[in-house]
């Protein structure tokens, strides 16, 4: 790491935090993010991959409403390589409250959400697995977005912009003298580096008060765990909602091979984020009265995320999606901000007020150029199917990942059926400084993430990665796969795993043991 002296240090590898880096690189600013772990290995990543068009919360948070309906278009356009503009639906049921439609609808118009009623045998048009006991339904603009991929870019895009991106490098000590951040120490042990930021940006969601709190600062926040169920295979069209105020499974969500489930509303734990049998059954059984052909359909994975709220707006549902920049000069750090709440969808928004709040520190001027500016332009060329896939999948940074596919002997092999991910895919990523583990490698290609959830693929994965003890990193990547398992086993999922166990019997191991 060669910059000792950045003039700000981003703490935070998530939407946020990328994003506040790509800004602050393309306005000039010498910018170095940390990252404890992996990119969007927190809240993210642990979300069902739902591009806000606001309409969710026009009745509840007509704030976020708008926020939502603007960037939701913003990403659209800035983002199109990991976004499918699949439009949505907010269908009722009888029962539900006969007043709400009306609600909705003047709650959107107000919000500048877009939303059109359309005929119930339109809407089953559309949906064929819906129930025939709808009563109503509305079209919004909301779309899938690959939260991974997403971040990913964004990451890219700052380092093509100038930005030192690290890492596998927790911030671990931030030392004040005379109202001043003067230094910040990365890393732990022997792979400590020190570095003296100008300006240092906590963008670290979660860990938001565990940050602050190095500088002798408070954040009150309030974590909140979401859960989800993924299906293998899309069982809807579109993104379909209850029309009815946010509750819990009460959202699907079409995300490339597969579809998701959400979400639950509860108390959040850092120390163990993971779902239920008990939140999964409860999920199957409220989105089964929307879709009745849920009850049968193959389940392959349940997982859970925290979001990370600002506390003080109300409690659960109750709580503002908003966000706010936070300014500790008033508590006596003249150089530290702080990024707190928020969505998925407003990311760019949240890294433009806290880039416009860093740069009138530093006594810097320069425009924000992230509305207009593509993450990751589109790719050009292609001679086949292959290359159109890869270079959707990819955008711009698929020509050297094509490269790698065709120099390497094995390069156009495939190594992960379910999601179509080639050997080439993995050398190329296997190859990077951020790529240290099996689900650092996942994230970035996919690999691993279908309906046989890394049975049939690991050890090409590993193979790939290269680590210096490749059975424990196997290990540990299958027993955390098997959080998400384990919840879910019934059916076609049960014979899945049944069929892994002999399979991994063959090489001493135990795919379902944890720890």
């Not at 939260?147 to 890219?156: D, I, R």
């Not at 100038?162 to 911030?171: S, Y």
Request: aromatic residues 4%; proline residues 4%.
């Amino acid at each position: 790491m060669d910059r000792p002296r950045p003039e700000v240090l981003v703490i935070g590898g998530g939407a946020t935090g990328t994003g506040i880096a790509r800004d602050l690189a393309m306005r000039g600013a010498d910018v170095l993010l940390a990252e404890a772990g992996d990119l969007s290995t927190g809240a993210s990543g642990g979300n069902h991959g739902m591009l806000h068009s606001g309409a969710r919360y026009a009745a509840t948070d007509p704030e976020a409403a708008r926020e939502c309906a603007t960037e939701g278009e913003v990403l659209k356009r800035i983002a199109s390589f990991c976004i499918e503009d699949t439009g949505g639906m907010f269908v009722s049921l009888p029962g539900d409250d006969n007043a709400y439609p009306d609600r909705f609808r003047n709650a959107c118009c107000l919000s500048g959400v877009r939303a059109e009623e359309t005929g119930v045998n339109e809407a089953l048009r559309s949906e064929p697995n819906l129930s025939r006991e709808i009563c109503a339904a509305f079209r919004v603009p909301d779309a899938s977005v690959d939260p991974f991929f997403l971040v990913w870019g964004m990451a890219e895009s700052a380092r093509d912009a100038g930005a030192t991106v690290l890492t596998h490098a927790p911030v671990t000590s931030l030392q004040v003298e005379d109202g001043r951040i003067i230094r910040a120490i990365l890393g732990r042990g022997g792979g400590r580096t020190t570095v003296r930021p100008e300006v240092v940006v906590n963008a670290s969601g979660a860990w938001c008060g565990t940050i602050a709190a190095m500088a002798g600062q408070r954040i009150d926040m309030q974590l909140d765990k979401g859960s989800m169920v993924v299906f293998n295979g899309r069982v809807v069209n579109g993104l379909v909602n209850r029309l009815r105020p946010p509750a819990d499974g009460d959202i699907l969500v079409p995300h490339r091979s597969s579809t998701i489930l959400g979400t639950t509303c509860g108390p959040g734990n850092l120390e163990d984020v993971r779902a239920t049998v008990t939140e999964v059954e409860a999920l199957l059984r409220t989105a089964s009265e929307v879709l009745p052909g849920l009850s049968t359909a193959r389940t392959i994975r349940a997982y859970a995320g925290v979001r990370p709220l600002l506390s003080g707006n109300g409690c659960g549902r109750q709580t503002s999606r908003g966000f706010s920049v936070i300014d500790h000069l008033d508590g006596g750090v003249e150089n530290l901000l702080s990024v707190a709440g928020g969505k998925l969808t407003t990311c760019r928004l949240m890294a433009e007020k806290a880039s416009d709040a860093v740069m009138g520190r530093l006594g810097r001027s320069g425009a924000c150029r992230t509305m207009v500016e593509e993450i990751a332009p589109p790719a050009s060329g292609g001679r086949g199917f292959q290359e159109a896939i890869m270079r959707r999948k990819y955008s711009a940074h698929a020509d050297g990942i094509m490269a790698e596919c065709i120099t390497s002997p094995l390069g156009q092999e495939e190594a992960c059926s379910c999601e179509s991910v080639s050997v080439g895919e993995l050398d190329h990523f296997a190859a990077s400084p951020d790529v240290r583990t099996l689900s650092d490698l996942m994230r970035r290609t996919r690999a691993g993430m279908g309906y046989c959830q890394a049975g049939l693929c690991v050890f090409r994965m590993a193979s790939a990665l290269d680590v210096g003890e490749p059975r424990a990193e196997i290990e540990r990547y299958l027993a955390e796969r098997w959080k998400g398992i384990s919840p879910v086993l019934r059916g076609e999922q049960l014979r899945q795993e049944a069929f892994k166990a002999h399979l991994f019997k063959v090489h001493g191991m135990d795919h379902t043991r944890e720890g």
